[in-house]
Nanobody, 132 residues
Framework: QVQLVESGGGSVQVGGSLRLSCAAS????????MGWFRQAPGIGRAGVAA????????WYTDSVKGRFTISQDNAKNTVYLQMNSLKPEDTAIYYC?????????????????????????WGQGTPVTVSS
């Protein structure tokens, strides 16, 4: 049974930083792709960042490029999202996701990284609140 457990969410002021963690069990984080999504009130779940092939390939949505970094520790089976220079619009519930088939797209996997349809396991979510 696959379980994804997120941690690290919280409340910060504008410009602050947080690091989210997603510990996977029953799933090899280096075997395919994992991602982070977020959902703000009244808005659908949106892809934030993803990582594939043991950490060799990454993808970011435009709004977080240069501020967020996704990484993974294969020995700990854990994926991280380092979030710097946080803005109020980053406020959302952040979800970790894992896929068993996204990597089948090979070098074009990033074209599909932002769709929640391409992930088959999800964590429970961790809230992030950025206040001004």
């Amino acid at each position: 049974q696959v379980q994804l457990v997120e941690s690290g969410g919280g409340s910060v002021q504008v410009g602050g930083s947080l690091r989210l963690s997603c510990a996977a069990s029953g799933y090899d984080s280096s075997s395919d792709c994992m991602g982070w999504f977020r959902q703000a009130p009244g808005i659908g779940r949106a892809g934030v960042a993803a990582i594939c092939f043991g950490g060799n390939d990454t993808w970011y949505t435009d709004s977080v490029k240069g501020r967020f970094t996704i990484s993974q520790d294969n020995a700990k089976n854990t994926v991280y999202l380092q979030m710097n220079s946080l803005k109020p619009e980053d406020t959302a519930i952040y979800y970790c996701a894992a896929s068993t088939f996204l990597g089948r797209h090979g070098g074009n996997w990033y074209l599909y990284a932002d769709s929640h349809h391409n992930y088959n396991y999800w964590g429970q979510g961790t809230p992030v609140t950025v206040s001004s």
